[in-house]
């Protein structure tokens, strides 16, 4: 016969459910009512549901403006507005600025070299001052 031994229970590792965290918000009274209308529009019964859209729709726009995607919104008309939004900015790519070749004529370059290096700037001419009142 086997001598005796106990079995020894092996417990099952104990699974750890990611804890909810709370929020809390100081809205002003406008907000506050915007949030409210929003949820009534969207039919939405809690604060917790608005959130998580609300989390959901930032989180790809963010995405869409790292890329250097622009979120624009068409009309029914084919009338386009591009949405400006600081804080989606910061986190949009550096645009590489345009770049533009000028052909100059030996004439130009010298009456540039010559501008810029005079001590003082030459007054403007009466057209330019002309131009600029209009």
């Not at 699974?15 to 915007?34: G, N």
């Not at 790809?60 to 900015?89: K, N």
């Amino acid at each position: 016969m086997p001598p005796n031994t106990k079995r020894k229970r092996v417990a099952a590792p104990a699974v750890r459910r990611a804890r909810r965290t709370k929020f809390q918000a100081d809205l002003a009274p406008a907000d506050d009512r915007s949030v409210r209308a929003l949820k009534k529009e969207l039919q939405l019964s809690s604060n917790t549901d608005f959130l998580a859209d609300a989390v959901a729709l930032y989180r790809w726009a963010v995405s869409e403006r790292r890329q250097g995607h622009r979120i624009v919104s068409e009309s029914a008309h084919g009338e386009r507005r591009v949405l400006v939004f600081p804080r989606l900015e910061r986190v949009a790519p550096d645009e590489a600025l345009p770049r533009v070749r000028i052909d100059w004529t030996r004439r130009e370059l010298k009456h540039l070299a010559e501008m810029a290096a005079a001590e003082e700037a030459n007054p403007p001419t009466d057209a330019l001052v002309r131009a600029l009142r209009d």
